[in-house]
């Protein structure tokens, strides 16, 4: 077995009968959600699970070996799971983890109660990603895309290199969610950076725009870049999910 980097571990807080699942990024790891996990558990309450993505937290050469259905296969295994203990299970997520997201509620809308993506990767990419998808031959692996974080001195756990065959996979994810998008009906928080250096900032106005929910709400965020989770509104991004989580759960509960 590939060893698990510290700090790269599965996590799970028990608490209510309300469940949140928090899903990391694309070449990250689960320590970019943990904050956010043990915040939600800790203020609001909330059974947290937060899984590692196969291929993730490991090594490069680990990842290469893993595509999108791994990595959608483990987020809805862990879902499931949850649903299957909880009254409500939501969802939310971080980049990559947030057009896991989007996916789990357009597939899975009977066990999503409701989402609050982060920066999610919804069509829209930079330059630079298409650049390295159009290369021929490709290259085996680019620099590291990770800790694009607007606070001094705070580092993302996440790989040097990125596998050029991963993201070719997780381009036809973000293809296959965007075109799955419509069949979101579960209230939605999208919340994204306004100077996010990964995933630009277009990707929150295609979800908005896109889902059918009658309940959409829009949080920008303008202190920090892409891993917000990490970064100068980390406790805001608490706040909101948590509230609108609660807020919706108790809703449900009345009805």
Same mark, same amino acid.
């Given at each position: 077995?590939?060893?698990?980097m ?12 309300v469940?949140?699942?928090v ?7 689960t320590?970019s ?5 043990e ?10 699970v937060?899984?590692?993505?196969p ?7 680990d990842?290469?070996?893993t595509?999108y ?5 483990e987020a ?5 799971e ?9 969802v *939310?997520g971080?980049?990559? &983890?947030?057009?896991l997201?989007l996916?789990?509620? %357009?597939?899975c809308?009977?066990? /999503?109660?409701a =989402?609050?993506?982060?920066a999610?990767?919804a069509g829209l990419?930079n330059?630079?990603?298409?650049t ?9 692996r ?18 040097e ?11 036809l994810?973000?293809s ?5 998008m419509?069949k979101?009906?579960?209230? *939605?928080?999208?919340?994204? &950076? ?7 900032p %277009?990707?929150?106005?295609?979800? /908005?725009?896109? =889902?059918r929910?009658?309940?959409?709400r829009l949080?920008?965020?303008n ?5 917000a989770?990490?970064?100068?509104d ?15 759960a ?5 009805a």
């Amino acid at each position: 077995m590939t060893a698990v980097m510290a700090g790269a571990e599965p996590f799970t807080y028990d608490g209510s009968d309300v469940g949140v699942l928090v899903v990391h990024g694309f070449t990250g790891s689960t320590q970019s959600m943990r904050y956010l996990g043990e915040q939600l558990h800790r203020r609001f309450g909330f059974t947290v699970v937060g899984p590692r993505l196969p291929g993730h937290g490991t090594s490069p050469d680990d990842m290469a070996r893993t595509g999108y259905l791994d990595w959608t296969g483990e987020a809805e295994a862990a879902l499931r799971e949850l649903a299957a203990r909880k009254r409500k299970a939501f969802v *939310t997520g971080l980049s990559m &983890g947030g057009t896991l997201t989007l996916n789990l509620a %357009a597939r899975c809308p009977d066990l /999503v109660a409701a =989402i609050a993506p982060i920066a999610p990767a919804a069509g829209l990419m930079n330059d630079g990603f298409a650049t390295v998808l159009s290369m021929n031959p490709p290259p085996d692996r680019i620099p590291g895309i990770g800790s694009d974080i607007k606070a001094p001195g705070v580092k993302e756990l996440a790989y040097e290199e990125v596998p050029v065959a991963c993201m070719r996979e997780v381009s036809l994810l973000i293809s296959i969610t965007r075109d799955l998008m419509h069949k979101i009906v579960c209230p *939605t928080l999208v919340i994204h &950076g306004r100077e996010d250096h990964v995933v630009p900032p %277009a990707n929150a106005m295609a979800v /908005v725009n896109t =889902i059918r929910s009658d309940d959409v709400r829009l949080l920008w965020l303008n202190n920090s870049y892409h891993v917000a989770t990490l970064d100068n509104d980390k406790d805001l991004i608490v706040e909101r999910v948590g509230a609108f989580f609660a807020e919706i759960a108790q809703a449900a509960a009345a009805a």
